[in-house]
């Protein structure tokens, strides 16, 4: 399950989240609620909305970048806490997953595969899926792909 939001994002956000994009972009931070920015608020009415339950309320939002220039993309997988699966097997889902396209420029390949389906990302579009979908990205022949994703969690995640 999922939904696509076009043009979710305004210019001046998107330049925001840009610069946001270059603190995570080697690793994974994490922010606590009370510490969420306007954006992060922003995306979070999305899911709200996504996931029909207005009682969602969550303790953190982890989030890092890609770019097509700088970093490997996905290959199949679902959005999970990485350290509880590696350190016991366990699997343990986010609320929900952001995928925030920030740049896309002349783009071949990189769409986002969710299912049977593909997403063509666009500038300023916000993907939201559900817990425990499987989704990869395509392999890009040229352009360029840059994202920002959040994965919303109402629990702590392992060794935080």
């Given at each position: 399950m999922y939904r696509i939001i076009e043009?979710?994002?305004t210019p001046t956000e998107i330049q925001i989240l840009k610069l946001e994009s270059v603190r995570c972009a080697a690793k994974t931070q994490s922010t606590y609620?009370?510490?969420?920015?306007e954006l992060h608020l922003k995306?979070?009415?999305?899911?709200?909305?996504?996931?029909?339950?207005?009682?969602i309320d969550p303790l953190l939002v982890e989030e890092w970048?890609?770019?097509s220039d700088y970093t490997l993309?996905?290959?199949?997988h679902q959005d999970k806490d990485e350290a509880l699966f590696t350190a016991t097997g366990e699997l343990s889902f986010p609320v929900c997953s952001c995928v925030l396209y920030l740049n896309i420029k002349d783009l071949e390949g990189g769409k986002l595969v969710i299912g049977e389906d593909t997403v063509v990302p666009?500038?300023?579009?916000?993907v939201l899926l559900?817990?425990?979908?499987?989704h990869e990205v395509e392999a890009i022949a040229s352009g360029v792909r840059h994202s920002i994703n959040?994965?919303?969690w109402n629990i702590p995640l392992f060794n935080s």
């Open positions: 043009n979710f994002f609620r009370q510490q969420f920015r995306a979070l009415t999305a899911v709200v909305d996504f996931l029909d339950n207005p009682e970048s890609f770019h993309l996905p290959t199949l666009q500038t300023g579009m916000l559900a817990p425990e979908v499987w959040y994965n919303f």
